[in-house]
């Protein structure tokens, strides 16, 4: 009966990193190049600055705001590649120093066009 058990223990031990390795394939991240940055007017009496980026993962534009402090730098510009991961209508952008960004996406649209969906 101990044999019985170690087999079975054994069996479920080697086939966990396969189960996993297979639920982070599906959260992996993209390359996604920046193909536009556009900032936005401030708000009344705001100390944020806004910006709409614009970046393509594969044939798609998604569009999203990025906030800073009035005295922070913008850290991409235009043809910069970031790293996403794109989940229903949130895209995670991670940072230069490795940190990840949770944004919602404002508009798509295919990248030959432009044209928000």
Request: one cysteine or more; a negative charge; hydrophobic letters at 40%.
């Amino acid at each position: 009966m101990k044999i019985v058990w170690l087999t079975l223990v054994s069996v479920c031990l080697a086939g966990f990193p396969a189960v996993a390795q297979s639920q982070n394939d599906n959260y992996q991240q993209q390359q996604a190049k920046i193909i536009s940055i556009e900032k936005l007017a401030p708000a009344e009496g705001a100390s944020l600055t806004r910006y709409k980026i614009s970046t393509q993962v594969g044939d798609t534009v998604y569009v999203y705001q990025y906030k800073l402090e009035s005295e922070e730098v913008l850290p991409w510009a235009v043809g910069d590649i970031q790293q996403v991961r794109v989940e229903g209508n949130v895209i995670d952008v991670k940072g230069a120093r490795g940190e990840e960004g949770h944004y919602n996406i404002v508009s798509t649209a295919k990248a030959n066009t432009q044209s928000p969906q």
